[in-house]
């Protein structure tokens, strides 16, 4: 057995025996759903008018290991769809009952991946559901496929880490449930090594440090998940996008505006409608009938853009760009500062062309991206993402083994390694998926470039070509950032708030050493000097001591701090202290003031990430 399949099997068995412990504690508790998850494994729970908190955790961890000392074997049999109804209803177990209805009324393509990953189903997923397996461990049944270890005794090293709330099933009209989160790897080593990242992790948080550096906020009577950005970390935003523009403007897009509401049709041609509909924030206008959604991606509207004019090939490509705000309806329990949101920015981009342009412009989008992330020092890997076995992608064989042969072509071209991600492609198209490390090593993607030959037919674009036939265009999208927001929670943690000068809210901070009116004349010139460059600084004349200042300073991460006294009054010479991750060399060097600001402005200019004055 492969070790990754061992480990699963060990994370879904701990997941059982929580829920187990839980009985034993709770004999009334009612139980959701409990899958494996990267780090481990979490179960749902219902406890009626009965809050549980991280301080019951020890409790259930020790009624855990009992479990496990009592090497329990987990037993497999199978019941009809109705007996298994029949048990629901006996045990009372109204949420087992929900779902075991379901699949005898509906089969399991009504059910949600995760509802399916906990059901033991003994006939192909596409058939009449006849008979459902459970498992049993102890005095423990529940509805599973398995497969499970052999006995509890076989279970491994966990910790059980929080509790949280979730809907059942994910929606908001459902109850709330209570889900416990356990961490769970093959040995104490791998375990202590993930805890250890944990509170690693808690220095880095970017929510902790967004608060401390003052970059976001989040109200709650604004709502979860819809943060606003402070003038601090609205400099940041624009920064960020104003670079990720340049880069996009420098191969040939041009900038679009679009609402960020729009009818539901829309996303119905697209096809997006079908498969995300129930994600999505809709709209109720006392004006019209028009059922409107709140706008959750730009590739339709852009559509819309190229079909308003009739196009030659001559006119080929287009391409449009759009920095925009789109909302989708997370899941309360997923929403995480900036990292999972309602309300995304995206640096959306599309390319209308012919097919023989597709591969041109698609490496010209991957010098793009790796050009944006060397500037950040993120180290990346490229991701070939295709289509899966399943029936939940648009086009047929042919389309789909050309379109992935394009994108396979430009990684190659390109000289980068990569890896295939099978599934892990849009329901329209491949993807070049560029993935990066989070500051617990979890992989995630950052950017992505994706072939799309099936929404411009859904949507009936034409182009003209030399024999003056009308043919439809190939799209190309791009992200580079994906969203600013979940950019900038992972660019927070990997920098720890240690922003270069070129996008740090604050460029450079003068200190008076005294509040004299000669002192404050001149750093107040030298303000205005900078100001007068687009140079971000800030000017401290409180009447406290430099090194109170100083500190205070330090604390928002300030790349250069010039402290302004009678010697550099008298002197006209400056010298900068530098942030010590920006220092290339420890010699202290004094400047003019007009010397300082124009190779601070070089710097800024060039984006560069150390400090060369």
């Given amino acids: 057995m492969e070790e990754k399949e061992q480990l699963e099997r ?38 009626g008018d009965q809050s549980l908190s991280e301080d019951d955790l020890p409790k259930i961890s020790a009624e855990m290991q009992k479990i496990i000392k009592e090497n ?80 509890t005794a076989e279970a491994g090293p966990f910790k059980l880490m929080r509790i949280s709330g979730a809907y059942w099933r994910g929606k908001a009209e459902n109850p709330q449930m209570q889900r416990i989160y356990g961490a769970a790897f093959k040995n104490q080593a791998e375990l202590g090594a993930y805890l250890e990242g944990i509170e690693k992790a808690k220095k880095y948080d970017h929510r902790k440090l967004g608060q401390e550096l003052d970059l976001f906020v989040i109200s709650p009577l604004v709502g979860s998940g819809l943060p606003m950005f402070t003038p601090r970390g609205t400099v940041l935003r624009d920064e960020l996008n104003r670079y990720s523009q340049e880069l996009r403007k420098n191969i040939g897009y041009q900038n679009v505006w679009t609402p960020h509401i729009a009818k539901q049709e829309l996303y119905e041609v697209s096809g997006h ?5 129930d994600e999505w924030l809709t709209v109720t206008s006392q004006e019209t009938n028009d059922k409107l959604v709140m706008k959750p991606m730009n590739c339709p509207h852009h559509q819309q853009i190229y079909a308003s004019r009739q196009h030659s090939y001559r006119d080929l490509p287009l391409k449009y760009m759009e920095t925009t705000t789109d909302y989708r309806d997370e899941k309360a329990g997923e929403l995480l500062g900036l990292s999972r949101v309602r309300a995304l920015t995206q640096d959306d981009s599309h390319a209308f062309c012919t097919t023989d342009q597709a591969k041109e412009i698609l490496m010209g989008i991957v010098k793009v991206v790796l050009a944006f992330y060397k500037t950040f020092g993120y180290e990346l890997n490229v991701r070939l993402s295709t289509h899966g076995d399943t029936d939940n992608y648009l086009g047929g064989k042919e ?13 190659e071209s390109s000289g980068l390694e990569f890896y295939v991600g099978k599934g892990e492609a849009a329901f329209y198209g491949p993807k070049i998926d560029f993935m990066s490390k989070d500051v617990l090593g979890k992989e995630l993607q950052v950017a992505t470039a994706q072939l799309d030959l099936i929404q411009p037919g859904r949507f009936n674009l034409k182009y003209t070509d030399e024999e003056g036939q009308d043919k439809t265009p190939a799209m190309i999208h791009l992200a580079i950032m994906g969203s600013i927001e979940r950019f900038l929670a992972t660019y927070i943690e990997h920098s720890m708030g240690h922003f270069p000068p070129w996008v740090a809210p604050e460029q450079v901070r003068l200190l008076t050493v005294n509040q004299d009116e000669t002192t404050l004349k001149f750093a107040q010139g030298i303000v205005e000097k900078a100001q007068a460059m687009n140079l971000r600084v800030y000017l401290d004349a409180e009447s406290e001591s430099v090194g109170k200042k100083i500190r205070a300073a330090e604390m928002y991460k300030v790349p250069y701090i010039l402290v302004i006294g009678s010697k550099e009054i008298d002197s006209g010479q400056l010298i900068p202290r530098i942030r010590e991750d920006l220092k290339v060399n420890d010699e202290a060097r004094s400047y003019s003031v007009d010397e300082f600001l124009k190779k601070l402005s070089e710097e800024v200019k060039a984006r560069s990430s150390k400090a060369y004055l």
């Avoid at 409608?273 to 509909?277: D, R």
């Fill in 399 to 411: 389309l789909w083994d050309m379109t992935e042969g394009i994108l396979k072509d430009v990684i």
């Fill in 10 to 47: 060990q994370r879904h068995s701990l997941a059982h025996i929580m829920a187990e412990a839980i009985q034993h504690l709770w004999p009334d508790a009612k139980f959701g759903v409990g899958p494996v998850i990267n780090d481990g494994f979490y179960y749902d729970i219902d406890l």
């Fill in 273 to 277: 409608w079908a498969k995300f509909g």
């Fill in 72 to 151: 329990q074997l987990f037993e497999t049999f199978d019941l009809p769809i109705d007996e298994a109804i029949g048990w629901a209803e006996k045990t009372k177990q109204p949420y087992k009952l929900e779902l075991l209805n379901d699949l005898k009324r509906e089969g399991t393509t009504k059910v949600s991946d995760i509802d399916a990953n906990n059901l033991g189903l003994a006939t192909d997923s596409k058939s009449k559901v006849e008979t459902v397996s459970f498992y049993k461990s102890g005095d423990f049944t529940d509805l599973c496929r398995g497969p499970h270890i052999r006995s």
